[in-house]
T-cell receptor
Framework: QKEVEQNSGPLSVPEGAIASLNCTYSDRGSQSFFWYRQYSGKSPELIMSIYSNGDKEDGRFTAQLNKASQYVSLLIRDSQPSDSATYLCAVHRGSGGYNKLIFGAGTRLAVHP | GAGVSQSPSNKVTEKGKDVELRCDPISGHTALYWYRQSLGQGLEFLIYFQGNSAPDKSGLPSDRFSAERTGGSVSTLTIQRTQQEDSAVYLC???????????FGDGTRLSIL
């Protein structure tokens, strides 16, 4: 079992729709969770961080965390073609493991006009 | 500069040669990380620096790989006797301190002929 799992996609949504990206993690002691966006040929760009259970909203993005279910998600409202990219879920391990991010393989999102 | 700076952006070299990759983190960031992303693969952690020391080198794939950081700032990743499997994008990230969100540079695309 991979430490951080994501559906590879592609996830195809029409412009203006809500895109829902999901991620599960195996280390129950994980404390910090991040979503990165990576355009083809570019480096990852941080878009959201979340540390406690519940929802966190930033513009069109909402991150949701459920530690009991070891599940974190990213919702993109009013999806735009410019949102088409690979979205990487990243997790900081629990105590003693704050040295690195463990990345999922990423979900490719395609927003079509 | 405002972001993480990496050089060179591209490096092509012959198998067996040594290469040196440079990372200049965001000013004031004490934590620095090196990752590797191979074609179609996820991000793979290599090494973590806190200040000038490297408490976590667990991701370095072999003793051909080494890294140092001086003055709590610039870091250099050195690969000796390069092999074709070393071909990848090498990404550097920094954060204010460990556990904080990491911000990535544009990466160095390394190609071994």
């Amino acid at each position: 079992q991979k430490e951080v799992e994501q559906n590879s996609g592609p996830l195809s949504v029409p412009e203006g729709a809500i895109a829902s990206l999901n991620c599960t993690y195996s280390d129950r002691g994980s404390q910090s969770f991040f979503w990165y966006r990576q355009y083809s040929g570019k480096s990852p760009e941080l878009i959201m961080s979340i540390y406690s259970n519940g929802d966190k909203e930033d513009g069109r993005f909402t991150a949701q965390l459920n530690k009991a279910s070891q599940y974190v998600s990213l919702l993109i409202r009013d999806s735009q073609p410019s949102d088409s990219a690979t979205y990487l879920c990243a997790v900081h391990r629990g105590s003693g493991g704050y040295n690195k991010l463990i990345f999922g393989a990423g979900t490719r999102l395609a927003v079509h006009p | 500069g405002a972001g993480v700076s990496q050089s060179p952006s591209n490096k092509v070299t012959e198998k067996g040669k040594d290469v040196e990759l440079r990372c200049d983190p965001i000013s004031g960031h004490t934590a620095l990380y090196w990752y590797r992303q191979s074609l179609g693969q996820g991000l793979e952690f290599l090494i973590y620096f806190q200040g000038n020391s490297a408490p976590d080198k667990s991701g370095l794939p072999s003793d051909r790989f080494s890294a140092e950081r001086t003055g709590g700032s610039v870091s250099t990743l050195t690969i000796q006797r390069t092999q074709q499997e070393d071909s990848a994008v090498y990404l550097c990230a920094s954060s204010q301190t460990r556990g904080q969100p990491q911000h990535f540079g544009d990466g160095t695309r390394l190609s071994i002929l």
